[in-house]
């Protein structure tokens, strides 16, 4: 078994930063992908960012030059700092992760998510 654990999310103002942190525990031999995603209300759960074991990363256009996505796999923890909040990334936040397990099987998991509110 894998659990996704997320925190930092919170209420802030517009132009200010969040941290964001996911801790992946349990059964895990290896992580591959990990990432950030976000669902907004009445909308679908989209990608916001993404990061290789290796380090590359990518990000949705309207997050670019404002948030960033790091990993520390030594401690399996994926982040993300997201600068010059803006309302329009108020959203849950969920973290997802690749893992393989002691099974050998590769599976995706997911965090609980957590909620950033940007008021204007």
């Known amino acids: 078994q894998v659990q996704l654990m997320e925190s930092g999310g919170g209420l802030v103002q517009a132009g200010e930063s969040l941290r964001l942190s996911c801790a992946a525990s349990?059964?895990?031999?290896?992580?591959?992908?990990m990432a950030w995603h976000r669902q907004a209300p009445g909308k679908e759960r989209a990608l916001v960012a993404q990061i290789t074991r290796s380090g590359m990363t990518r990000y949705v256009d309207s997050v670019k030059g404002r948030f960033t996505i790091s990993r520390d796999n030594a401690k399996n923890t994926v982040y993300l700092q997201m600068d010059s909040l803006k309302p329009e990334d108020t959203a849950v936040y969920y973290c997802a992760a690749v893992v393989r397990t002691y099974s050998g099987s590769w599976m995706n998991y997911w965090g609980q998510g957590t909620q950033v509110t940007v008021s204007s």
């Open positions: 349990g059964s895990i031999l290896s992580i591959d992908d």
